[in-house]
């Protein structure tokens, strides 16, 4: 398929559908300003909204859910931080719990992870109803949709309907310039459609094909997508694709890798360690003593780490039980 004249009828008839239904899944547009303002004041501000996301990746990545787990939670997260006054100690147990909302709507039944495990691998203090909690809240307050429509939504969309050129990126590498946009508040403030074909056309001009170009216009044209508009947000794509790409970012760490855990986890660990039996000595006589010396790597425990401990049912609510508008 060389343009957009022979695209299937269905798949275009789709594109405007989700056009459609896209500003039902916005985020609150008042509230993202408010967000970014908040540097100076008391409630979310950008940087802290930013930090959460970018461990909701990690999180993802570490379960093993889906790109659509990740960018569905990212949008249940703004939407509720836009309609509701939220304080930042707050914060960690709504991304938690947008996370694992978007994973029973996205990933198999099997492969949800436990709420417990959530909880423990995100090192939260807060607990498993808390979390239940929490998650009866946002999913009264906002329209919990398995099939909302998210700039993931597009990218699959336009890649269908140019899959068969053999110059454009793979559909991978389009997951992974999202979900580093997503880790940015800006980003929220596009239009879905926008932001996916932003990623499309900025990795078409790199390519300088004026195929691929056209066909960018001709999704301009059944999108009703404005020069300006996809100008504007590819610039900024562009923008955030150098900046991750840079030597700072890409810098490695080269601290020592240590393992944070709890006091009680320390001393489990303590006390295994003690209780672990001699093994019998192997009878061979080519055996090398040397070659009998274990190598492990230290596990550090933080008794005072703010994120180590876990907290209990008995310990009281970790947030309260209404939030207020």
Same mark, same amino acid.
């Given at each position: 398929?060389?343009?957009?004249?022979?695209?299937?009828?269905?798949?275009?008839?789709?594109?405007?559908?989700?056009?459609?239904?896209?500003?039902?899944?916005?985020?609150?547009?008042?509230?993202?300003?408010?967000?970014?303002?908040?540097?100076?004041?008391?409630?979310?501000?950008?940087?802290?909204?930013?930090?959460?996301?970018?461990?909701?990746r990690s999180l993802t990545s570490f379960f093993g859910y889906r790109t659509q787990t990740f960018v569905q939670a990212v949008n249940l997260l703004d939407r509720f931080l836009t309609i509701m006054k939220v304080?930042?100690? $707050?914060?960690?147990?709504?991304?938690?719990?947008?996370?694992?909302?978007?994973?029973?709507?996205?990933?198999?039944?099997?492969?949800?992870?436990?709420?417990?495990?959530?909880?423990?691998?995100?090192?939260?203090?807060?607990?498993?109803?808390?979390?239940?909690?929490?998650?009866?809240?946002?999913?009264?307050?906002?329209s919990v949709d398995p099939d909302m429509v998210t700039a993931l939504t597009f990218l699959h969309l336009y890649h269908s309907a140019i899959g068969s050129l053999e110059e454009i990126p793979s559909i991978g590498?389009?997951?992974?310039?999202?979900?580093?946009?997503?880790?940015?508040?800006?980003?929220?403030?596009?239009?879905?459609?926008?932001?996916?074909?932003?990623?499309?056309?900025?990795?078409?001009?790199?390519?300088?094909?004026?195929?691929?170009?056209?066909?960018?216009?001709?999704?301009?044209? $059944?999108?009703?997508?404005?020069?300006?508009?996809?100008? $504007?947000?590819?610039?900024?794509?562009?923008?955030?694709?150098?900046?991750?790409?840079?030597?700072?970012?890409?810098?490695?760490?080269?601290?020592?890798?240590?393992?944070?855990?709890?006091?009680?986890?320390?001393?489990?660990?303590?006390?295994? $360690?003690?209780?672990?039996?001699?093994?019998?000595?192997?009878?061979?006589?080519?055996?090398?003593?040397?070659?009998?010396?274990?190598?492990?790597?230290?596990?550090?425990?933080?008794?005072?780490?703010p994120c180590g401990s876990l907290g209990s049912d008995g310990e009281g609510a970790f947030f309260p039980s209404l939030f207020h508008h």
């Amino acid at each position: 398929m060389r343009d957009l004249q022979g695209i299937d009828s269905l798949l275009l008839n789709e594109l405007k559908s989700c056009c459609a239904k896209e500003y039902n899944f916005l985020p609150r547009e008042a509230g993202l300003n408010l967000i970014e303002i908040n540097a100076i004041h008391s409630g979310v501000s950008a940087k802290c909204r930013d930090g959460k996301v970018e461990e909701l990746r990690s999180l993802t990545s570490f379960f093993g859910y889906r790109t659509q787990t990740f960018v569905q939670a990212v949008n249940l997260l703004d939407r509720f931080l836009t309609i509701m006054k939220v304080q930042p100690k $707050h914060v960690p147990c709504i991304g938690v719990c947008c996370l694992h909302i978007a994973a029973k709507m996205v990933e198999e039944e099997s492969n949800v992870s436990p709420t417990h495990e959530l909880i423990r691998i995100s090192q939260s203090r807060f607990t498993v109803s808390d979390l239940n909690r929490m998650e009866k809240i946002i999913s009264e307050k906002l329209s919990v949709d398995p099939d909302m429509v998210t700039a993931l939504t597009f990218l699959h969309l336009y890649h269908s309907a140019i899959g068969s050129l053999e110059e454009i990126p793979s559909i991978g590498r389009l997951e992974a310039q999202l979900k580093a946009c997503l880790c940015r508040l800006v980003f929220s403030k596009a239009k879905p459609s926008v932001l996916a074909l932003s990623l499309i056309a900025q990795e078409f001009e790199v390519l300088q094909s004026a195929t691929l170009l056209k066909i960018i216009q001709q999704f301009q044209k $059944h999108l009703k997508i404005g020069d300006s508009e996809l100008l $504007h947000w590819k610039e900024l794509v562009t923008k955030c694709m150098m900046e991750y790409r840079s030597s700072e970012c890409n810098k490695p760490d080269n601290k020592k890798l240590v393992w944070i855990v709890s006091r009680r986890t320390a001393q489990s660990l303590q006390t295994y $360690h003690f209780s672990v039996p001699g093994l019998p000595t192997i009878p061979e006589m080519s055996w090398d003593e040397s070659e009998s010396e274990d190598s492990c790597e230290d596990l550090s425990s933080v008794d005072s780490s703010p994120c180590g401990s876990l907290g209990s049912d008995g310990e009281g609510a970790f947030f309260p039980s209404l939030f207020h508008h």
